[in-house]
């Protein structure tokens, strides 16, 4: 089993950065990949971002690459999420998830889900 929670959403005008956080217990935490995903009120939920175990290995949306990275601590059990020139369209909740089986971009290789966090931007 593996727990995690997400914090450090919030409003911010478009233009701004957020960075959020993805905390997991449960397993040991690099033995799995990890992937931020989001959803926006009457959409489904989409693939961001997904990091290998070792962090070695990062994809992106395209609708953030370039704008978004995503990175991993191991030794602090916690994934992040650094959000660059947000735009109003990325408005959504976000959600980490862990370790996919199959297809990293379907969120329904994900066993694992955080409860998700509010990202807010403004025009």
């Known amino acids: 089993q593996v727990q995690l929670v997400e914090s450090g959403g919030g409003l911010v005008q478009a233009g701004g950065s957020l960075r959020l956080s993805c905390v997991a217990s449960g397993r040991t935490f690099n033995n799995y990949p990890m992937g931020w995903f989001r959803q926006a009120p009457g959409k489904e939920r989409e693939f961001v971002a997904v990091?290998?175990?070792?962090?070695?290995?990062?994809y992106y949306a395209d609708s953030v690459k370039g704008r978004f990275t995503i990175s991993r601590d191991n030794a602090k059990n916690t994934v992040y999420l650094q959000m660059n020139s947000l735009r109003p369209e990325d408005t959504a909740v976000y959600y980490c998830?862990?370790?996919?089986?199959?297809?990293?971009?379907?969120?329904?290789?994900?066993?694992?889900w955080g409860q998700g966090t509010q990202v807010t931007v403004s025009s």
């Open positions: 998830a862990a370790d996919p089986d199959g297809d990293y971009k379907g969120a329904s290789s994900y066993d694992y």
């Open positions: 990091i290998s175990w070792s962090g070695g290995s990062r």
